[in-house]
């Protein structure tokens, strides 16, 4: 079969690097824990932030969106009477794919950093170009859904090998699908052996809470490896 | 709310235009239409494909398949018994998001172009970058699957504004869902008015004849119009 090799422009990625440990510095000294969450489109990202966030007891979260277009979830999420806010990427055209470094950097000043122990930067949409960019976090997550198929470690490998945890929603689905959980699970496996994993359901709730005590660990995880 | 602009790079994509008019042309000497299918990952745009073509009387048509990593489409579609090519965009690092021409170019002496009458180009699984670059297509599909939510055309409208055709997949799992099918219908709207639409289960087949009577119609409409 024919294959196409593309280059990496690895000098991108590092002056992406270099402004990643900037922003990584403005929030160690504020004293903020940062998660970068990614999914592919529609994978439940802001829902799960919507029940897991309403879960946190005694963790000061805030959230940064990024969108190519609009701001429907800064919107949602703002209803948690939590600090929100939105980065969109799109420009007149089809807009940026992806957060980075550069982009989160532009919004710090917007930021309340003195008031929140934990940040969540919401990432757009995609299993490709989020995993290559990283924005100044701790730690990062990734959200699969089961109605996305078995494959998807296999096909999107970095996006599944560059994350801490990887959350498995809308298991409340399941019956009606012909997906086979251990199979997935074996996939994942492939590409990011024992990586942490947790299956859950923004819509009913299930294993949200498991989620939210991840979350309200990371600023205590972050204070001990400084 | 704070909202950075990203700067489109203007001469990438006349690059890419030039590149695109080059393989248009050589498909167009061959008699061969081509349509560019598009959807985030996991909306089922293989499966629809397994099926639509298998019902696809008296057109020869092939596949050029886009992945980061693997062949594991291909492998599926060569099942079929049509011409199947794979292109990789992924190398080494987390891989390209999107075919553009020049990655198409580099599969036309794969193809036997020939012996088709259409070639469908299956792009990486993103609803961004996949809308930004043509790649010498006639026409362009979108898959969008009921899962993903209704807000998606909103959040993603190049995709949903670049397209001649909207599939809405895995209609089955509606009773299912909370997803509201009239307003993503009137999202879709919003972005683009009037774009031709069908509502399709290609886990049920339910649709999936409307799909290939439109597939089966294009190397026609691609004569007429030349």
Partial sequence: MHRTKVKV???ALDANNTIARANREDFDRHGVAVVNLMSAPGAGKTRLLERALAELDGVRAGVLEGDVAGSFDADRLSL??????????GAGFGGECHLDANMVRSAIPSLPLADLDLLVIENVGNLVCPAEFRVGENARIMVCSVTEGEDKPLKYPLMFRACELVVINKIDLLPHLDLDVERLLANLDAVHPGVQRM???????DGVDELAAWLAEVPGRVRAAA
Same sequence: chains 1, 2.
């Fill in 80 to 89: 948690l009477h939590i600090p929100v806010v939105q980065l969109n990427t």
């Fill in 199 to 205: 299956l859950v359901s923004a819509r009913t709730g």
């Fill in 9 to 11: 422009v690895a000098d």
